[in-house]
């Protein structure tokens, strides 16, 4: 079932064209990872889905609803977590999560309850009466959080939550969005981290200056880029004949031995490294086998011609 | 009626509030007699607090902006205009419950009729909502709490002289006077002379007309910058 579709979505900013003919749908209780670069459209595909901002053309469905005539309706079952932690710096975590409930309805013991079990969720119950201006980053960046999902949303979206928190709250946070996803919530997870999308997104979109180049599962878009893999293998005796059969094998493009390591370039999925094993074993043995294939990294180079953190300001320390 | 609530939450967490609520106005209902017009100079300078405290309140929104919380609100289910009107709702009960008690402490330390402290309770009022769209719409300009606030004083003390509230305007030339009545305080400055002197309640209804336009203009202007 289909949580968010946007058909031909078109965002310009003066000349410049933040949204160029996106297309995109999110589907009930997955991860989605939207990954691109900064500048990409992320954040205004997002402010876009969420209402904030108007497309100039094009049409954006939530919950099956059109976006522009049930807006209002929509925004009671979306949690949106901002780039930015936008918090109120003079209010306590409690507070804050009050207040984020009441605009959407809660009162009473339900607030209460809801507010008591968020800040479990996000692991900031001793520090509930604090001042968020005491806290950590990373503890910001939890608060942050807890904000969009103390109404209980049913579409999570997380605009690159995690940048500039240290590795456990970065892992804190990860497993908490795996954790709310596995009950029910759907996740769209923008980031410009790599190794964040490959460990929570069930699906991923690539978005670069304003499209959707690619979308699909980590494997089905690493299968597009992915025609050759190489195995390395450390053999006890690299004879002259071991490398002669290997070569012979249907599918293996290039063998070179070094010392006692062999390189290996075969079709993927060809089946040859069973076959390669199979014969080193029978030419004295294996000490150790592995391969390398194409990442998802790779496969963002090969789409757009340039590394994703390219001109980045941060890194992925963990 | 949540955005209401915090605004009271919010404002009187502040130290700054006590000394602006509490010791401000009540150190200024105790100055004496003034000249001309002849009427309390506390009564006389209160239009330019209620315009400090107004430019306070309302530099929670300014904040709200800064730190993106309004990005958040615009997600959920309330509109632009509900956020806006709830804080202005709150800010208006914050100053005219002010105005009482100012009405009030003066009618204790000065001994006037009841028509007199009910007239002064409602041009204060007017213009708390003139003070209020005022400080919304200069907000409104800018992108940064300090560059908005770093000049506002200097304004509010300007429109106050060229408004005739701190002397008479007639001291001014003559091309002044007439450039001041484009300013708010102006019309206060009207209406409490005309106050002081025991004009007819008929005289008020320009000055008060005057405030309560002003109001509007300057809260559509400072209602106009969106979320984002």
Not at chain 1, 26 to 31: A, F, L, M, N, V
Not at chain 1, 234 to 240: A, S
Not at chain 2, 143 to 146: I, T
Not at chain 2, 182 to 189: I, Q, R, S, V
């Given at each position: 079932?289909?949580?968010?579709h946007?058909?031909?979505?078109?965002?310009?900013?003066?000349?410049?064209l933040?949204?160029?003919?996106?297309?995109?749908d999110?589907?009930?209780?997955?991860?989605l990872?939207?990954l691109?670069?900064?500048?990409?459209?992320k954040?205004t595909?997002i402010?876009?889905?969420?209402?904030?901002?108007?497309?100039d053309?094009g049409?954006?469905?939530v919950?099956?609803?059109?976006q522009?005539?049930?807006?209002?309706?929509?925004?009671?079952?979306?949690?949106?977590?901002?780039?930015?932690v936008?918090?109120?710096?003079?209010?306590?975590?409690?507070e804050?999560?009050e207040?984020?409930?009441?605009?959407?309805?809660?009162?009473?013991e339900?607030l209460?309850q809801?507010?008591d079990?968020?800040?479990?969720?996000?692991?900031?119950s001793?520090?509930?009466?604090k001042?968020?201006?005491k806290?950590?980053?990373?503890?910001?960046?939890?608060?942050n959080?807890a904000c969009?999902l103390?109404?209980?949303?049913?579409?999570?979206?997380?605009d690159?939550?995690?940048v500039?928190?240290?590795p456990?709250?970065?892992s804190?946070?990860l497993?908490?969005?795996k954790?709310?996803?596995?009950?029910?919530?759907t996740?769209?997870?923008?980031?410009?981290?790599?190794?964040?999308v490959?460990?929570?997104?069930?699906?991923?979109?690539?978005?670069?200056?304003?499209?959707?180049?690619?979308?699909?599962?980590?494997d089905?878009?690493?299968r597009?880029?992915?025609?050759?893999?190489?195995?390395?293998l450390?053999?006890?005796?690299?004879?002259?004949d071991?490398i002669?059969?290997i070569?012979?094998i249907?599918g293996?493009?290039q063998?070179?031995g070094?010392?006692n390591i062999?390189?290996?370039?075969?079709?993927?999925?060809?089946?040859n490294?069973d076959?390669?094993?199979?014969?080193?074993?029978?030419?004295?043995?294996?000490?150790?086998?592995?391969?390398?294939?194409p990442s998802?990294?790779?496969?963002?180079?090969?789409l757009?011609g340039r590394?994703?953190?390219?001109g980045g300001?941060?890194?992925?320390?963990? | 009626?949540?955005?209401?609530?915090?605004v009271?939450?919010?404002?009187?967490?502040?130290?700054?509030?006590?000394f602006?609520?509490?010791?401000?106005?009540?150190?200024l209902?105790?100055?004496?007699m003034?000249?001309?017009?002849?009427?309390p100079l506390?009564?006389?300078?209160?239009?330019?607090?209620l315009?400090?405290i107004?430019?306070?309140?309302?530099?929670i929104i300014?904040?709200?902006?800064?730190?993106?919380?309004l990005?958040?609100?615009?997600?959920?289910?309330?509109?632009?205009?509900?956020?806006?009107?709830?804080?202005?709702?709150?800010?208006?009960i914050i100053?005219?419950?002010?105005?009482?008690?100012?009405?009030?402490?003066g009618?204790?330390?000065?001994?006037?009729?009841?028509?007199?402290?009910?007239?002064?309770f409602?041009i204060?009022s007017?213009?708390?909502?003139?003070?209020l769209g005022?400080?919304?719409?200069?907000?409104?300009?800018f992108?940064?709490?300090?560059t908005?606030?770093?000049?506002l004083?200097?304004?509010i003390?300007?429109m106050?002289?060229?408004?005739?509230?701190?002397?008479?305007?007639?001291?001014?030339?003559?091309?002044?006077?007439r450039?001041?009545m484009?300013?708010?305080?102006?019309?206060?400055?009207q209406s409490?002379?005309?106050?002081?002197?025991?004009?007819?309640?008929?005289?008020?209804?320009i000055?008060?007309?005057?405030?309560?336009i002003?109001?509007i203009?300057f809260?559509?202007?400072?209602?106009?910058?969106?979320i984002?």
């Open positions: 079932m289909l949580i968010a946007i058909s031909n979505g078109v965002k310009r900013y003066g000349t410049h933040s949204l160029d003919n996106v297309d995109l999110i589907y009930q209780g997955e991860i990872g939207l691109g670069p900064n500048g990409a459209g954040t595909l402010h876009s889905l969420v209402g904030l901002l108007k497309i053309s049409v954006i469905e919950f099956g609803k059109d522009k005539k049930n807006l209002l309706e929509i925004k009671k079952q979306i949690g949106l977590v901002t780039q930015e936008s918090i109120f710096w003079d209010l306590t975590a409690r804050n999560l207040f984020f409930g009441g605009i959407y309805g809660l009162r009473g339900v209460k809801r507010v079990e968020v800040l479990e969720i996000v692991g900031l001793e520090y509930a009466r001042l968020p201006t806290f950590s980053g990373g503890m910001q960046r939890r608060l959080i969009a103390v109404h209980k949303p049913k579409f999570l979206i997380l690159e939550p995690t500039g928190i240290d456990q709250s970065r804190y946070i497993e908490t969005i954790k709310l996803n596995s009950e029910g919530t996740v769209l997870y923008t980031t410009h981290y790599i190794e964040e490959q460990s929570i997104a069930s699906r991923v979109a690539i978005m670069d200056q304003g499209h959707i180049i690619a979308r699909g599962t980590i089905e878009l690493v597009k880029i992915q025609y050759e893999e190489k195995i390395n450390e053999v006890i005796d690299p004879t002259k071991l002669s059969k070569e012979k249907h293996v493009k063998v070179v070094k010392e062999i390189q290996i370039i075969s079709s993927v999925e060809s089946g490294l076959r390669i094993l199979n014969i080193a074993r029978e030419s004295g043995g294996v000490k150790s086998v592995n391969t390398e294939k998802l990294e790779d496969v963002f180079l090969t757009t590394k994703l953190r390219d300001e941060d890194s992925y320390d963990s | 009626m949540t955005v209401f609530n915090f009271f939450k919010r404002y009187f967490k502040r130290p700054s509030s006590i602006f609520l509490l010791i401000l106005p009540i150190a209902v105790f100055l004496p003034g000249e001309w017009p002849p009427i506390g009564f006389q300078y209160y239009g330019i607090l315009l400090f107004s430019v306070k309140l309302t530099s300014m904040i709200d902006r800064e730190n993106k919380v990005l958040r609100i615009g997600v959920a289910p309330i509109t632009h205009f509900q956020y806006l009107l709830e804080n202005l709702l709150a800010y208006g100053l005219i419950g002010l105005n009482m008690i100012v009405v009030i402490m009618s204790i330390v000065y001994r006037e009729s009841f028509n007199y402290y009910l007239l002064l409602i204060y007017f213009f708390s909502m003139t003070a005022f400080s919304l719409a200069w907000y409104s300009l992108q940064n709490k300090d908005a606030t770093s000049i004083s200097g304004v003390m300007l106050a002289m060229v408004g005739g509230v701190l002397w008479p305007i007639q001291i001014m030339p003559v091309i002044l006077q450039l001041a484009l300013l708010p305080t102006y019309w206060l400055g409490i002379t005309f106050l002081a002197f025991r004009a007819p309640i008929s005289e008020q209804i000055p008060l007309t005057m405030m309560l002003f109001s203009l809260l559509i202007v400072g209602s106009r910058r969106k984002i």
